[in-house]
């Protein structure tokens, strides 16, 4: 008994069977580390797969985007590309949806998108006329995809100016003094009018933007901020730089004290001086910069109830070498362009600007005495300035417009008939996450 007591009480043997149990637990608790970190690392590839293939949706949307602004299809038309990395091409479309287009983007990763026809033209909220199609993309990465849901609007052109707006400014504006607007003032910015300048009618700011009123400033209207941005297609000079009136300058257009106005048919420049005139009396006419003073005059001469409108186009700078003063127009103390016309549909001043050179109107100081300016101003990449009593009647949009001292600024109805071939530049004005898969046949369900 002795003997088996020491024997049990002896620690022998037991040193084989704890170390296994030890490996043991150690091997449980790496196989639950070694799990754990695939499942994390799986994660992590799934959320990184996501994450890549709503940037491939964004790409389609992008791509779908740039493809309709570089083509100009019409409404009833569809950009299509045969092949992936091919050319693009318009064509009727066949339904109520164009095409999926499908590009490889590499790495596992691809998008397919689908373009709407364009919906039939009407007005916004912002009184413009426009067209709208919808966009719906694709990405998938590695088995895994994402949708997204685009709106883009593009103006019509029918009719150029947006209702009731007697200016629209794409910048914020600061009107001061004394200044009258007739009709109503439009932003994508703030709106801020000091001293006694007064709005009759509505203003409105731009989305989540704000009017300021100072001193005595007033609006009589409201003040409400827009629900959508003011977008606007560039000047659509279509063949007016090198097809145009401009031989008639001079001749057929007569010009009085000829020694007071310099007019260059190469370089299309007219300088104007002293108590010049010259009627104009064609139907296009092309400029890189038109420059008067003193009482320089440009009339528009009466036309008939069948003709179009007179048309000035102010051609970009690129185009005009790219000199200080190209593609604007300046007129100072008492000069004008006095439209014979009772209707500012009649003349169209249309600028084209340009994204890099600054272009401009300049009413630098009064018109002549007495008289009104009559007339349309669209120039969305140039500014827009009027001071010292200029007495303007029709519609001005402009990236900036700038108004001050006495100005009087009247929305005419009329400016309504004045329309343009539309280039159809779209804007996004909506864009939401969708069900990975759609709901139904329709491509945009689900979002």
Not at 52 to 66: D, P, V
Not at 154 to 161: E, H, I, R, V
């Amino acid at each position: 008994m002795t003997r088996l007591r020491r024997t049990l009480a002896a620690e022998r043997g037991i040193a084989l069977p704890l170390a296994l149990g030890v490996l043991f637990v150690v091997a449980g608790l790496a196989t639950v580390a070694a799990r754990a970190a695939i499942n994390a690392n799986h994660s992590s590839f799934r959320d990184s797969n996501v994450k890549r293939a709503i940037q491939a949706a964004n790409a389609g949307i992008k791509a779908a985007s740039y493809q309709l602004n570089l083509l100009q299809p019409l409404p009833s038309e569809c950009v299509l590309r045969a092949t992936s990395g091919g050319p693009l091409s318009t064509a009727a479309a066949t339904g109520s949806w164009c095409p999926t287009q499908t590009e490889d983007l590499g790495g596992n990763a691809s998008y397919t998108f689908q373009v709407s026809q364009s919906t039939p033209l009407s007005y916004n909220s912002n009184g413009q006329v426009v067209t709208e199609r919808s966009l719906v993309s694709t990405g998938t990465v590695n088995g895994q995809s994402r949708r997204v849901f685009v709106r883009v609007t593009a103006p019509g052109g029918t009719p150029l100016f947006p209702k009731n707006y007697a200016a629209v400014s794409l910048n914020s504006v600061n009107f001061g003094n004394s200044g009258t607007i007739t009709g109503w003032l439009g932003s994508n910015g703030n709106i801020t009018l000091q001293n006694t300048f007064k709005v009759s009618g509505e203003a409105h700011p731009g989305t989540g933007k704000t009017v300021t009123l100072q001193n005595q400033a007033s609006v009589t209207g409201s003040k409400t901020p827009a629900t959508e941005p003011f977008s606007f297609s560039p000047v659509n000079q279509r063949s007016a730089p090198t097809v145009n009136n401009n031989s008639r300058i001079g001749t057929l257009d007569p010009w009085t004290s000829p020694g007071d106005i310099s007019w260059n048919p190469t370089t299309r420049v007219l300088d104007m001086s002293k108590t010049s005139t010259l009627t104009l009396s064609g139907d296009v006419y092309s400029f890189c910069r038109i420059t008067m003073t003193q009482s320089a005059t440009i009339k528009i001469a009466a036309r008939g109830p069948l003709q179009l409108p007179l048309r000035i186009y102010m051609d970009t700078p690129e185009n005009c070498g790219g000199s200080s003063g190209m593609g604007s127009v300046s007129l100072n103390q008492s000069s004008s362009f006095q439209n014979l016309n009772s209707s500012p549909a009649s003349f169209l001043l249309a600028v084209s600007g340009s994204a890099t050179k600054a272009t401009s109107v300049d009413f630098g100081q009064a018109s002549a005495p007495g008289t009104q300016t009559v007339m349309g101003i669209y120039a969305p990449f140039s500014t827009v300035s009027m001071n010292n009593s200029v007495d303007y009647v029709g519609a001005v949009v402009a990236k900036q417009v700038q108004l001050s001292n006495s100005v009087k600024l009247t929305y005419d109805p009329l400016i309504q008939n004045l329309s343009e071939d539309p280039l159809f530049v779209y804007h996004r004005t909506e864009y939401l996450e969708c069900t990975n898969v759609a709901t139904t046949t329709t491509p945009d369900s689900g979002c």
